[in-house]
């Protein structure tokens, strides 16, 4: 298995605050991982030095061998990495149909006119959302606000794929939905990290977890392994449960 | 493609008879029909940027200035033609240099950016007439009439319009949109933010630079203080956000009314014209922020929904 994403020695300090510090781990081509850790632990922040949200104080972020480090979120997007929010982050005046299509109207090369248009309606139907592209954005439930999230993040046809606690927040029904939406995902050979701290889902769905605390990786390997790793348990529910 | 027939014969018809009205009017109507037509224009290329960004520019009177200016100076020396020419070019490049290096700045900070930005021109303009050539005001003699003004402003007006038709249909038109509503996720689909503003903002204020220009040789006199009067920004503004800067048509149709009643307010209460433009500013802000063509919508889509409710339970009933 190839690499394709190699993140070595990664910094971000904001001031005296070292959020992620000197993290290293690798995601191979076609593999679901999960970032795991409690609140606080750099995972998101990570996430956005990827997608390019945060330049990184120090370090190296590799797509494909090809340094990202540093670069303007748009430019990262061109590569190939399309990502969700931790909050969900909708485009509330446009109509669902739009939102999906901006991301269709500026990837690498460009999908535009009618090609574009039948384009959202397919995606939309695969995400559960056929036929509703022309209801305003902030109409929307919020199970169904993160779906469209997830349209438009596909819509880029990524080779990377970020979620960031996508499955969170849903009920058992929709966790269910969701975890199969990800894992069709995967047969269709996409490389997917998530950030998520619903361990169903991650046992579900990825092979492997890399867990941070305190802005450094404490574990990295197959999610059983590390799930029942004992610095992990302690990290997550504290000293007397290792 | 016969409904898109009908709409360019009806816009083209509806140019030519406006294009006509000067023949029906004495010099007063040309006169009033100029500075409507001019301010439909500034208030339409202000939209073009501001409305789907929301980054509120101060700065128009600064590229209304610069046009003029470039008139005044050069109206002795150069074709007509070529003055326009130049007048743009200044204006461009300016929009360019100042929108590189204040595009990063949002809000209220961009706000008072494009005001300062229009005094510092207005200060740099006098002081340079003061100091350098020694008289404040200059003198434009073109043999440009009235009428001629009127229709090169109508001309760039259906432009500036027809522009922000193509802008709403085309991909930058949408990639407005999302900057308006989220720059995050903007940047995340892959979206130059920065280029797409500069390219709007230097659309914009070409658009306005040109309007200065045309407008110049009417005055005959001109110094700072009247081209670069900070009213115009204002009402420009309001304008733009009585009809509503997110819509086409709008800019011309917050223009218009407002243009005709200022016109009415200055004759008729030349001393309390200012106080009584305040108190219409709060007004405007206060009782229709979204503009009025988006208060209408909404009252529409709510008689809309009433039917649309009142429909089923018909059917139900016939079921």
């Not at chain 2, 909404?298 to 339970?313: D, F, L, M």
Request: glycine fraction near 10%; include cysteine; hydrophobic fraction near 55%.
């Amino acid at each position: 298995m190839t690499a394709l994403i190699e993140i070595t020695g990664l910094r971000k300090q904001f001031g005296g605050l070292t959020a992620v510090d000197d993290v290293s781990f690798v995601v191979a081509e076609g593999e679901i991982v999960a970032l795991l850790g409690p609140n606080g632990s750099g995972k998101t922040t990570v996430l956005n030095m990827i997608s390019g949200a945060l330049a990184p104080t120090s370090g190296a972020i590799r797509l494909a061998g090809e340094e990202i480090a540093g670069l303007g979120p748009h430019r990262i997007a061109h590569k190939g990495v399309a990502r969700t929010f931790q909050l969900v982050r909708i485009l509330p005046s446009l109509t669902v149909g739009e939102n999906v299509m901006a991301a269709l109207a500026f990837r690498h090369p460009p999908v535009w006119g009618g090609a574009a248009e039948a384009r959202v309606e397919t995606l939309l139907e695969e995400i559960g959302l056929g036929g509703r592209g022309a209801e305003r954005a902030d109409n929307l439930t919020y199970i169904d606000q993160k779906r469209m999230e997830l349209a438009r993040a596909l819509a880029a046809e990524p080779r990377l794929l970020l979620l960031d606690e996508w499955l969170s927040g849903l009920n058992p029904t929709e966790l269910q939905v969701g975890i199969e939406l990800i894992l069709s995902l995967r047969r269709s050979g996409m490389t997917v990290l998530l950030v998520e701290h619903i361990m169903e889902a991650v046992r579900a769905l990825c092979s492997r977890a890399v867990v941070m605390n305190a802005g450094r990786t404490i574990a990295d390997g197959p999610t059983e392994a590390v799930l029942a790793d004992a610095d992990v348990i302690r990290a997550y529910l504290g000293e007397d449960h290792a | 493609m016969v409904r898109a027939l009908l709409a360019v014969i009806f816009f083209a018809g509806a140019l030519a008879a406006l294009a006509w009205l000067p023949t029906q009017f004495g010099a007063y109507g040309v006169g009033l029909l100029l500075g409507m037509t001019g301010y439909v224009t500034l208030a339409s290329a202000w939209a073009l940027f501001s409305g789907p960004t929301r980054y509120v520019s101060l700065a128009t009177v600064a590229f209304f200035g610069i046009g003029a200016y470039t008139v005044a100076v050069l109206s002795e020396t150069l074709p007509y033609p070529l003055i326009l020419l130049v007048a743009a070019a200044v204006g461009l490049c300016v929009a360019l240099v100042v929108g590189l290096a204040t595009l990063r700045l949002a809000g209220v900070y961009f706000v008072i950016f494009t005001f300062g930005l229009a005094e510092l021109i207005r200060q740099l303009v006098t002081w340079y007439e003061v100091n350098i050539t020694g008289t404040l005001g200059r003198y434009i003699f073109l043999p440009i009439s009235g009428e001629q003004i009127y229709w090169q402003l109508l001309a760039l007006a259906a432009v500036t319009i027809g522009l922000g038709w193509w802008i709403g249909r085309s991909r930058i038109g949408l990639a407005l949109k999302v900057i308006g509503d989220d720059e995050v996720v903007a940047a995340h689909v892959g979206i130059n933010i920065a280029r797409v503003k500069l390219a709007l903002f230097a659309v914009s204020a070409t658009i306005i630079t040109l309007v200065g220009a045309i407008q110049a040789p009417r005055w005959t006199y001109v110094e700072p203080s009247i081209v670069f009067n900070p009213t115009i920004s204002f009402l420009t503004l309001i304008m733009a956000l009585l009809g509503g800067a997110n819509r086409l048509w709008g800019p011309l149709l917050g223009a218009v009314p407002l243009f005709l009643l200022f016109e009415w307010l200055s004759a008729n209460f030349p001393n309390h014209y200012s106080i009584i433009l305040g108190l219409l500013f709060i007004a405007i802000v206060f009782v229709m922020p979204q503009g009025v063509l988006a208060m209408v919508e909404r009252g529409w889509s709510r008689v809309g929904q009433r039917g649309r409710k009142a429909e089923p339970a018909g059917t139900e009933a016939a079921q």
